[in-house]
């Protein structure tokens, strides 16, 4: 799997656009992009994935590049419930993987801290 | 609307001492995961089921047994406890084929003495 580079920390105003950058130059094409979020104690929860095209939902929108090589996320209007550590990931998908299936790899994230 | 549900929440062992860490999931999901996180890194898969009656190891199976006792429990054993075992494990589920969206529980923190 392709890694990724996430840069350690970002800050954010409450009420202001959060844009997290990821960058994953060696992602082949079967790789979709996957966005992750843990916050303080809790599990991870999922927020958005995507391949190639924009994805956005209710939590988020994800912008691809056009050469893969790199995604935002972006928090439309951030709240300070979305202080967290986000993780990009990038992985393979599909059914029935054997010994890869699950295997998501984590890394250390973006810690992203909105204040008031 | 439960989820993925893991207890207990906190637990302190001794060295030696054995304990069974239980999850079981609502979602009819085909796949459990366990996952350790230490501090300020990453979760490391530790075992997976990728349907009931399957298991298979992860990154960090070493010390570590799971049984998968029907399509909602996946539980986790430490069979004797060890200090470099003090974690956070997460317990989490998904439907196969879901492109790797999860669903995780709340997490045990387990302290090892």
């Known amino acids: 799997d392709a890694k990724t580079t996430q840069p350690p920390s970002m800050d954010c105003a409450e009420g202001r656009a959060a844009n997290l950058p990821c960058n994953h130059s060696?992602?082949?094409?079967?790789?979709?992009v996957y966005w992750y979020r843990q916050i303080h104690s809790q599990g991870p929860q999922y927020i958005i994935h995507g391949l190639k095209n924009n994805e956005t939902n209710e939590m988020a929108s994800l912008i691809i590049t056009e050469d893969r090589k790199s995604s935002t996320l972006i928090l439309p209007h951030a709240t300070l419930r979305d202080t967290a550590v986000y993780y990009c990931i990038v992985r393979v998908a599909g059914v029935d993987r054997g010994s890869t299936l699950g295997r998501l790899y984590f890394g250390r994230g973006t810690q992203l801290t909105v204040w008031p | 609307n439960a989820g993925v549900t893991q207890t207990p929440k906190f637990q302190v062992l001794k060295t030696g001492q054995s304990m069974t860490l239980q999850c079981a999931q609502d979602?009819?999901?085909?796949?459990m995961y366990w996952y350790r996180q230490d501090p300020g890194m990453g979760l490391r898969l530790i075992y997976y089921?990728?349907?009931?009656?399957?298991?298979d190891k992860g990154e960090v199976p070493n010390g570590y047994n799971v049984s998968r006792l029907n399509k909602r429990e996946f539980s986790l054993r430490l069979e004797s406890a060890a200090p470099s075992q003090t974690s956070v494990y997460f317990c989490?589920?998904?439907?196969?084929?879901?492109?790797?969206?999860?669903?995780f529980g709340s997490g045990t923190q387990l302290s090892v003495l």
């Open positions: 060696t992602i082949s094409g079967n790789e979709y």
């Open positions: 989490a589920s998904g439907p196969t084929g879901s492109q790797e969206k999860l669903f």
């Open positions: 979602m009819n999901h085909n796949s």
């Open positions: 089921s990728a349907s009931e009656g399957t298991t």
